[in-house]
């Protein structure tokens, strides 16, 4: 009776825990991006930026480091088919730092990224990126 008993405490507990350790529904490939800027102070409105990336279930943040960055992934956090982050960059002219979050639907996902840019005098911009992505194929 009271293996009977720890057994289906066990799997109880098994059972739910099983969606805290659940992966996002996102489909592992080459991944085609578009991000467009709502920068404050900006008289006019940037064109949308686009660019290609292989997301894997190891790698599930959409991320492009510019040239002379160096930057450090702060942290990551998953929570259903939501992927969160926040990325600090330098480089000569300043500090960036950015949180972003977006959620995955299979081969699409949506989200946004926060940004405080601050220049080496120490004036600060702040911008706002919506973006958008879709997958187009295995990574190359």
Avoid at 57 to 66: A, G
Avoid at 68 to 83: H, L
Avoid at 95 to 122: C, P
Wanted: charged share 25%; aromatic share 6%; hydrophobic share 35%.
């Amino acid at each position: 009776m009271m293996v009977r008993i720890f057994s289906a405490v066990v799997l109880l507990t098994l059972a739910l825990s099983a969606p805290a350790f659940a992966e996002p529904n996102m489909k592992e490939g080459m991944w085609e991006m578009a991000m467009k800027m709502d920068m404050q102070g900006m008289p006019f409105a940037m064109p949308p930026m686009k660019f290609n990336q292989c997301i894997t279930k190891k790698d599930m943040v959409p991320y492009k480091k510019e040239k002379g960055q160096d930057c450090d992934m702060v942290s990551t956090k998953i929570s259903g088919d939501t992927v969160s982050w926040v990325v600090k960059c330098k480089d000569k002219h300043g500090t960036t730092e950015s949180s972003g979050q977006i959620t995955y639907e299979g081969e699409k996902f949506n989200g946004v990224i926060n940004t405080t840019m601050t220049d080496a005098g120490g004036s600060s911009q702040k911008s706002k990126m919506n973006m958008s992505g879709r997958r187009i194929g295995a990574c190359k």
